[in-house]
């Protein structure tokens, strides 16, 4: 959940957010404008930011579900769910994802 404002006024990433979500094809120029309209100032700087970091979890949300399905087909399971709620369990057992890589990566050696 966003943090308020300091200064107790808005909370100038979740607005940026907003318009995104109303219109994610609008221009950074226009985001600006628009978010100026309403008496909040930003810069374009923190425009590209709350922009590239939602594209980013988008990004990364897309190459772990597409490894999921890979990881599952590759060990003949048809559910992916079922797998990764596997591989969670053995992390748990062994101490955390951390542990289970370094198992992993020792054992590939």
Known sequence: MARKASSGGVNKSAEIRKLYEANPNMKVKEVIATLGERGITVGANLVYLVKGKAKGEKTRRRRVNQNAVKVASATGSSDAV????????LAAEVGGLKAL???VEALSE
Not at 82 to 89: D, L, M, R, Y
């Open 101 to 103: 890589k370094a198992l």
């Open 82 to 89: 079922k797998t990764i709620v596997k591989v969670k369990s």
